[in-house]
């Protein structure tokens, strides 16, 4: 296995790459505004640092959000086109779910909140279980006000940018900021590896309920810009 993750729902513009046991490399930049001028860059610095060539990628995996809709979409259409190239499965995670999963990777236990930046002085936002086995997801995620989300929520341990924004509603900072693409990389494989020990899954295909997400990017609400609506000149009456 060689597994390529990739995410740009956040600041973070992250590429990982996984072979079965480990993360072998990884490139992130941060840029809130730059997803496409850096994610090609980075898996090719990510390619080169661990001595691999595209065609040595089996597997592609991307952060499907929620996140703003112009960056993640560069990270979904990017990895769908590696994929396709290739001939290549390509799945995707939560992205949310990563930071949670590296908070549980540090040795983080208890419940958790992830908060990361919507803009519109909102947060997306999900609340997690970290046991000793892993980091479970309670409920999809949501966009909303970071004083909007219920009182024991908001008083939580929280992963992402949440609290550096909102400082007053989500005062229970903590670590990871942003998505990383090993960690990413190293959800996907754990799932990979749960996904074929079941007889009725194939080891190329692994469906949402075996732990994988699709591509339906969860943008959570409409995009900042919209077609405008047909004026009276453009219609034929």
């Known amino acids: 296995m060689l597994l390529l993750a990739i995410d740009t729902s956040t600041t973070a513009i992250t590429v990982a790459l996984h072979d079965g046991a480990s993360v072998v490399a990884e490139s992130t930049t941060l840029d809130a505004r730059a997803h496409a001028e850096h994610l090609a860059p980075n898996i090719r610095a990510a390619l080169a640092s661990a001595g691999a060539e595209p065609g040595d990628v089996t597997d592609v995996v991307v952060g499907i959000g929620p996140g703003p809709f112009t960056g993640l979409r560069v990270g979904i259409v990017t990895g769908r086109t590696f994929a396709f190239a290739l001939g290549l499965p390509v799945r995707g995670l939560t992205s949310l779910d990563a930071i949670a999963h590296e908070a549980w990777l540090g040795g983080r236990r208890g419940d958790l909140l992830v908060a990361t930046d919507a803009r519109r002085k909102e947060v997306y936002a999900a609340t997690y279980v970290l046991d000793d086995a892993r980091a479970c997801r309670v409920g999809e995620p949501v966009v909303s006000r970071a004083a909007d989300l219920p009182p024991g929520v908001r008083g939580l341990s929280t992963a992402g940018r949440g609290p550096s924004l909102y400082a007053e509603a989500l005062p229970g900072a903590v670590a990871p900021l942003d998505v990383s693409g090993g960690a990413l990389a190293d959800l996907a494989a754990r799932r ?42 453009s219609t034929l009456g």
């Open 192 to 233: 990979l590896r749960e996904g074929s020990a079941s007889p009725a899954v194939g080891l190329q295909w692994v469906d949402p309920g075996h732990g994988f997400d699709g591509l339906e990017p969860l943008y959570l609400r409409r995009p900042d810009v919209a077609p405008a609506p047909p004026s009276a000149k």
